[in-house]
């Protein structure tokens, strides 16, 4: 089972989110909070793999309760926001929150992202990513440090961050560079640890602050590795 807590200042909202998951076979909501700091005692109480997480809340808001409950390293978070706090979204993505979804998601999407991202993977609604895009776009210059930090990856690792921050898929990386799955992974797993990355979202902002993407620009896939020379072999009489 999953075990998920819920946390919004609506009980309304916390009642609905509570019927929505309770209703599937393998989700169990185990707690609730209103507030941020409740919200944590909530989550050193239940012990939860995910915690829905609203950004505006009384008494510590969504992005300082993401900060201490990703401290304790127990939970992975999923932020609930809405069109207007795209600082607030950037503000989680350095922090490591491994989802991002809109308050006004279908019911599926809300279940999927709970799935997804309780099974390691991070998840970021593409209306929130159009967002993010458009607020890295509007920034005149890439971050300095981010610029320095690309700098310690290899060309290849390079190319896995772009198509990573593209939405591409190991397998779909492994496509365009010619590469097997398990190499992809052995690439991001590095490019993650080399930047002091958490995960894929974390990596695709993280290619648009340092200037390795610019929005509007649509940059064709890196090169392939190149492939050993071999020369066709004769049979002599």
Do not use: C, W
């Not at 075990?3 to 599937?24: S, Y």
């Not at 795209?86 to 350095?94: C, G, I, K, T, Y």
């Not at 602050?209 to 009489?237: C, K, M, N, V, W």
């Amino acid at each position: 089972m999953i075990r998920v807590v819920v946390v919004d200042d609506e009980a309304m909202i916390r009642a609905g989110l509570r019927m929505l998951l309770d209703h599937q076979p393998d989700i169990e909501v185990v707690g609730e909070a209103a507030d941020g700091v409740r919200a944590l005692d909530e989550v050193r109480r239940t012990t939860p793999d995910v915690v829905l997480l609203d950004v505006r809340m009384p008494h510590g808001d969504g992005i300082e309760a993401a900060r201490h409950i990703l401290a304790l390293g127990t939970a992975r978070v999923i932020i609930l926001t809405t069109f207007d706090e795209d600082e607030a979204v950037r503000r989680a993505l350095r922090l490591g929150v491994s989802g991002f979804l809109l308050k006004v998601a279908p019911p599926e999407q809300l279940v999927h992202a709970v799935r997804t991202v309780a099974a390691g993977q991070a998840l970021l609604d593409p209306a929130v990513t159009l967002r993010v895009i458009e607020s890295y776009a509007a920034a005149p210059t890439a971050d300095p440090r981010a610029a320095a930090q690309l700098a310690t990856l290899t060309d290849r690792e390079v190319d896995v961050l772009r198509l990573v921050a593209r939405g591409r898929s190991n397998a779909e990386i492994a496509a365009a560079l010619f590469l097997g799955e398990a190499t992809v992974k052995t690439y991001v797993s590095r490019m993650l640890t080399k930047l002091d990355l958490r995960d894929r979202v974390q990596a695709a902002a993280f290619a648009y602050e340092s200037g390795l993407i610019r929005p509007g620009t649509a940059s064709p896939d890196p090169a392939p590795a190149p492939l050993p020379l071999t020369l066709p072999q004769h049979r002599f009489p």
